[in-house]
């Protein structure tokens, strides 16, 4: 069969008519043709059109209404992305995995034939058609060591359609590292004939790191023919870090080989629409060819922006055939220029601007890619990031001049001599004042609090009641909160008694994701007579001074007449704020504690782990974990039951936006009910909905909000996406039964199962809280299984985030306590 795209290819690449691209148009057929083909041919690709109520059939709109594949689908689901029979797939291409997960798409014989006659007529318009000498900054890929090429390989082979002869000038030693062939690129120049310009090949970074980089630092230069170029792929993700400007770049590069800047050329781009190139033009941007075009989308609303502006770029090609990658959005960054070329190139004009960076993990989730290593294992930083010293929160006196590690060691010693005041204080009185002052977190005429109230100081406030405090400070010192106040007898005994004396100084490392709960702890540390200095998160932004402030001016008076002020006990609390990187004041705050508590993700937890601290030290880790929920299907037969447990749902997974170690991500629901897994996700959705405006959301960044339209699209294929259209919430659904990865900012997954069971394959110790709807012996077999295999939590679903003692499998205060005897030993 001839499809409209081979007609397309026989055309010259950069002179034509932009009507071409429009409706009617001979590359807007082509486009259309083959989006027709996949909808016919690949059902998933049917499945995303239809859930994007798009039929490529009946389209007659402009190409900026094509909805776009996301380029993480190719990640996920490359492999099974298949339009045409399998056994028409000669090869499946991968990218080079920079970001972690590599792409795949699949190629047939007509998709490999337009991505050669494409790459050969766009690359050659810009270094001509004549066969030439290639110098190629790698390694030989016959010379055994292949495997270190990995992607680049099938890159390298495309370009070689140009060359005459090759010489590979990046060998590799016996322990397997790169060394450039100075002597062997001098011989290969010499025999070069003069009046015949060569190419310099090379993957950006390799060229840069490997070549260009040590060989002008040592003064090499070499002369190559006149009108020789460089021609360099691969992207800049690697030198950005190094902050190596693409100027910087040229001129080194231009200096090193004797040619001009304008012929070191930088050919953008991607494995999903391979043989697409985009090289630069001496007027110093990029050109789409006949065979496709640009699109830049706003990074959080994906609409299509003008000249001009920044976003998302988007490319529109018919050259995939065996695979629907015609319209995909990369993570790429650009702008699209106005104005004609001066060189006489027609098409688009764009610059690349970088990459959308990651979105940040900020949770507790970051647990599923290898358990946590404390030895051996260094976090780094520059020393430029490491001199901030900020005293967040202190009564005492500083002098601030001194220097930060002579601070920090003022304010240890200061926390220090108050310790044994603290130790005379009644356990009722300190309970009664933080009990008082909970009221003032929780009031909401209080506007230092109302602000903060999305942040969990409601629940903190009521946590903090003098009853529950009560009972948890029992709980926790072995049925008797009064053991913390002196000797009392064990078990009614007249002969031994028991006592619980406080550590000392607890040292805090608080994290950025979830500050309230640091809070929990504090209270804790307190109510056991501990003095406590407090490393705060430079996500902070003034929350845990603001809780302490409360206690100023504060004062409670227990019936037995002993009076505290909140003055007094602002005195054994300090908090600090330095980079976690600054070793030397990380350091002293381990060293003189007598117990380290530390919340966060796999790196803030590695760092604390990794002070040095003495050996009679407690450590308590609040390290990375993650929570998901189970539905069994006798929740799921009443209708007005169901919408409050999804309202139960949607409150776990919006506390915090999902920061929390607590918080669910993947929600197990049974079959059988009346109520399907599927259909339950409407339920959720309006829950969801519900949460959004009762428990606002933190503001999100570019990045977050690229990566809910990046999983949103996986889903598109997948299964089912129910979301707000600004992203606050996101529910998705598909028939298989995977834990995923957290995502945070409220978006759930949602998995059918026949049985809560089918769960249990998926906790570990790494499991921290198991949200349940569920009762009776299933709900019994469950938790005691799941506690066998590691998870230490089962709440009521709507309750996972409420602070409990114990938690995190462990009584705190007794951690923070030692425990003395008089008398006896009974035995």
């Given at each position: 069969?001839?499809?409209?795209?081979?007609?397309?290819?026989?055309?010259?690449?950069?002179?034509?008519?932009?009507?071409?691209?429009?409706?009617?148009?001979?590359?807007?057929?082509?486009?259309?043709?083959?989006?027709?083909?996949?909808?016919?041919?690949?059902?998933?690709?049917?499945?995303?059109?239809?859930?994007?109520?798009?039929?490529?059939?009946?389209?007659?709109?402009?190409?900026?209404?094509?909805?776009?594949?996301?380029?993480?689908?190719?990640?996920?689901?490359?492999?099974?992305?298949?339009?045409?029979?399998?056994?028409?797939?000669?090869?499946?291409?991968?990218?080079?995995?920079?970001?972690?997960?590599?792409?795949?798409?699949?190629?047939?014989?007509?998709?490999?034939?337009?991505?050669?006659?494409?790459?050969?007529?766009?690359?050659?318009?810009?270094?001509?058609?004549?066969?030439?000498?290639?110098?190629?900054?790698?390694?030989?890929?016959?010379?055994?060591?292949?495997?270190?090429?990995?992607?680049?390989?099938?890159?390298?082979?495309?370009?070689?359609?140009?060359?005459?002869?090759?010489?590979?000038?990046l060998k590799v030693n016996e322990n397997n590292q790169y060394y450039f062939d100075t002597e062997g690129i001098k011989k290969?120049?010499?025999?070069?004939?003069?009046?015949?310009?060569?190419?310099?090949?090379?993957?950006?970074?390799?060229?840069?790191?490997?070549?260009?980089?040590?060989?002008?630092?040592?003064?090499?230069?070499?002369?190559?023919?006149?009108?020789?170029?460089?021609?360099?792929?691969?992207?800049?993700?690697?030198?950005?870090?190094?902050?190596?400007?693409?100027?910087?770049?040229?001129?080194?590069?231009?200096?090193?080989?004797?040619?001009?800047?304008?012929?070191?050329?930088?050919?953008?781009?991607?494995?999903?629409?391979?043989?697409?190139?985009?090289?630069?033009?001496?007027?110093?941007?990029?050109?789409?060819?006949?065979?496709?075009?640009?699109?830049?989308?706003?990074?959080?609303?994906?609409?299509?922006?003008?000249?001009?502006?920044?976003?998302?770029?988007?490319?529109?090609?018919?050259?995939?055939?065996?695979?629907?990658?015609?319209?995909?959005?990369?993570?790429?960054?650009?702008?699209?220029?106005?104005?004609?070329?001066?060189?006489?190139?027609?098409?688009?004009?764009?610059?690349?601007?970088?990459?959308?960076?990651?979105?940040?993990?900020?949770?507790?989730?970051?647990?599923?890619?290898?358990?946590?290593?404390?030895?051996?294992?260094?976090?780094?930083?520059?020393?430029?990031?490491?001199?901030?010293?900020?005293?967040?929160?202190?009564?005492?006196?500083?002098?601030?001049?001194?220097?930060?590690?002579?601070?920090?060691?003022?304010?240890?010693?200061?926390?220090?001599?108050?310790?044994?005041?603290?130790?005379?204080?009644?356990?009722?009185?300190?309970?009664?004042?933080?009990?008082?002052?909970?009221?003032?977190?929780?009031?909401?005429?209080?506007?230092?609090?109302?602000?903060?109230?999305?942040?969990?100081?409601?629940?903190?406030?009521?946590?903090?009641?003098?009853?529950?405090?009560?009972?948890?400070?029992?709980?926790?010192?072995?049925g008797n909160r009064m053991y913390a106040d002196t000797f009392l007898p064990v078990d009614d005994s007249k002969v031994q008694?028991?006592?619980?004396?406080?550590?000392?100084?607890?040292?805090?490392?608080?994290?950025?994701?979830?500050?309230?709960?640091?809070?929990?702890?504090?209270?804790?540390?307190?109510?056991?007579?501990?003095?406590?200095?407090?490393?705060?998160?430079?996500?902070?932004?003034?929350?845990?001074?603001?809780?302490?402030?409360?206690?100023?001016?504060?004062?409670?008076?227990?019936?037995?007449?002993?009076?505290?002020?909140?003055?007094?006990?602002?005195?054994?609390?300090?908090?600090?704020?330095?980079?976690?990187?600054?070793?030397?004041?990380?350091?002293?705050?381990?060293?003189?504690?007598?117990?380290?508590?530390?919340?966060?993700?796999?790196?803030?937890?590695?760092?604390?782990?990794?002070?040095?601290?003495?050996?009679?030290?407690?450590?308590?880790?609040?390290?990375?974990?993650?929570?998901?929920?189970?539905?069994?299907?006798?929740?799921?037969?009443?209708?007005?039951?169901?919408?409050?447990?999804?309202?139960?749902?949607?409150?776990?997974?919006?506390?915090?936006?999902?920061?929390?170690?607590?918080?669910?991500?993947?929600?197990?629901?049974?079959?059988?009910?009346?109520?399907?897994?599927?259909?339950?996700?409407?339920?959720?959705?309006?829950?969801?909905?519900?949460?959004?405006?009762?428990?606002?959301?933190?503001?999100?960044?570019?990045?977050?909000?690229?990566?809910?339209?990046?999983?949103?699209?996986?889903?598109?294929?997948?299964?089912?996406?129910?979301?707000?259209?600004?992203?606050?919430?996101?529910?998705?659904?598909?028939?298989?039964?995977?834990?995923?990865?957290?995502?945070?900012?409220?978006?759930?997954?949602?998995?059918?199962?026949?049985?809560?069971?089918?769960?249990?394959?998926?906790?570990?110790?790494?499991?921290?809280?198991?949200?349940?709807?569920?009762?009776?012996?299933?709900?019994?077999?469950?938790?005691?299984?799941?506690?066998?295999?590691?998870?230490?939590?089962?709440?009521?679903?709507?309750?996972?985030?409420?602070?409990?003692?114990?938690?995190?499998?462990?009584?705190?205060?007794?951690?923070?306590?030692?425990?003395?005897?008089?008398?006896?030993?009974?035995?």
């Open positions: 069969m001839d499809f409209l795209t081979e007609k397309l290819l026989q055309n010259t690449p950069f002179s034509y008519n932009e009507n071409e691209k429009k409706k009617g148009g001979s590359f807007y057929n082509a486009v259309k043709e083959e989006l027709c083909f996949h909808y016919d041919n690949n059902p998933l690709y049917k499945r995303f059109c239809d859930n994007k109520k798009f039929n490529p059939h009946d389209f007659s709109g402009s190409l900026v209404d094509i909805p776009p594949v996301h380029v993480a689908v190719f990640k996920e689901l490359g492999k099974t992305l298949g339009s045409v029979p399998k056994e028409e797939i000669k090869l499946t291409l991968q990218s080079s995995a920079t970001s972690g997960v590599p792409s795949s798409v699949p190629i047939d014989k007509v998709t490999s034939k337009r991505q050669s006659k494409a790459m050969v007529k766009v690359v050659g318009d810009f270094i001509g058609n004549e066969r030439k000498p290639f110098l190629v900054m790698d390694i030989d890929p016959m010379s055994g060591f292949r495997d270190i090429l990995g992607a680049r390989f099938a890159a390298v082979s495309g370009y070689l359609n140009f060359a005459s002869k090759v010489g590979y000038f290969y120049i010499k025999e070069l004939d003069l009046n015949t310009p060569a190419v310099i090949f090379g993957f950006t970074y390799i060229l840069y790191s490997e070549v260009v980089k040590p060989l002008t630092e040592n003064g090499v230069k070499f002369v190559l023919p006149k009108g020789s170029k460089i021609i360099h792929i691969g992207g800049w993700k690697k030198l950005e870090s190094e902050k190596v400007s693409k100027e910087e770049f040229n001129a080194k590069a231009s200096g090193l080989f004797g040619i001009g800047q304008s012929d070191v050329i930088d050919i953008y781009g991607f494995t999903e629409q391979m043989g697409l190139n985009y090289p630069d033009c001496k007027c110093g941007c990029k050109h789409v060819p006949l065979f496709s075009e640009v699109i830049v989308r706003d990074i959080v609303s994906k609409e299509p922006l003008p000249a001009g502006k920044e976003g998302l770029l988007e490319f529109i090609t018919p050259i995939p055939h065996s695979y629907p990658g015609n319209a995909v959005l990369t993570d790429d960054i650009g702008i699209i220029e106005s104005g004609e070329c001066p060189y006489g190139r027609s098409g688009t004009r764009f610059r690349m601007l970088g990459r959308l960076k990651k979105a940040e993990v900020r949770g507790c989730g970051d647990i599923l890619s290898s358990k946590l290593k404390f030895i051996d294992e260094k976090i780094s930083v520059s020393s430029s990031e490491t001199g901030i010293f900020n005293i967040e929160f202190f009564s005492g006196n500083v002098d601030t001049s001194f220097e930060p590690k002579e601070q920090l060691e003022s304010i240890i010693s200061a926390l220090k001599k108050s310790l044994s005041w603290l130790r005379k204080q009644p356990v009722d009185a300190l309970i009664g004042l933080i009990g008082q002052v909970s009221k003032k977190w929780g009031a909401s005429n209080n506007p230092d609090m109302v602000a903060l109230r999305e942040r969990g100081t409601g629940f903190l406030s009521s946590w903090c009641n003098p009853e529950h405090l009560t009972k948890i400070a029992t709980e926790g010192l072995h008694y028991m006592k619980a004396t406080s550590k000392g100084l607890v040292c805090h490392w608080l994290a950025g994701n979830v500050q309230v709960l640091g809070m929990f702890a504090l209270v804790e540390s307190i109510i056991t007579k501990n003095v406590n200095l407090l490393k705060v998160s430079s996500k902070d932004k003034g929350v845990f001074t603001s809780l302490l402030k409360a206690f100023e001016g504060e004062v409670f008076t227990t019936k037995g007449g002993c009076t505290i002020k909140g003055d007094d006990l602002l005195k054994t609390v300090a908090l600090v704020y330095f980079d976690h990187g600054n070793d030397e004041l990380g350091k002293i705050m381990s060293l003189n504690a007598d117990a380290r508590i530390s919340w966060g993700g796999k790196d803030a937890v590695m760092t604390v782990a990794g002070y040095p601290s003495r050996f009679d030290c407690d450590d308590i880790i609040m390290g990375p974990k993650l929570s998901f929920s189970v539905v069994a299907k006798e929740k799921l037969d009443d209708d007005h039951a169901v919408k409050k447990l999804a309202r139960k749902i949607a409150v776990d997974a919006s506390v915090f936006d999902q920061t929390g170690c607590a918080s669910t991500h993947n929600i197990f629901v049974e079959s059988g009910g009346k109520i399907s897994p599927e259909q339950f996700i409407d339920y959720l959705a309006e829950g969801m909905k519900k949460a959004a405006v009762q428990i606002p959301k933190a503001e999100m960044s570019p990045e977050q909000i690229s990566s809910i339209h990046s999983v949103r699209g996986i889903y598109d294929f997948k299964g089912r996406v129910v979301g707000s259209n600004d992203s606050t919430w996101t529910v998705l659904y598909s028939e298989d039964s995977n834990l995923c990865a957290p995502v945070y900012s409220r978006v759930l997954f949602v998995h059918p199962v026949e049985n809560i069971n089918e769960a249990l394959p998926y906790v570990d110790d790494n499991i921290q809280t198991i949200g349940m709807a569920a009762h009776g012996r299933k709900a019994l077999d469950f938790a005691i299984k799941a506690a066998e295999k590691g998870a230490m939590r089962f709440p009521d679903c709507g309750k996972m985030l409420n602070f409990e003692s114990p938690w995190d499998g462990m009584f705190i205060m007794e951690r923070l306590v030692k425990w003395n005897t008089l008398g006896g030993p009974l035995v």
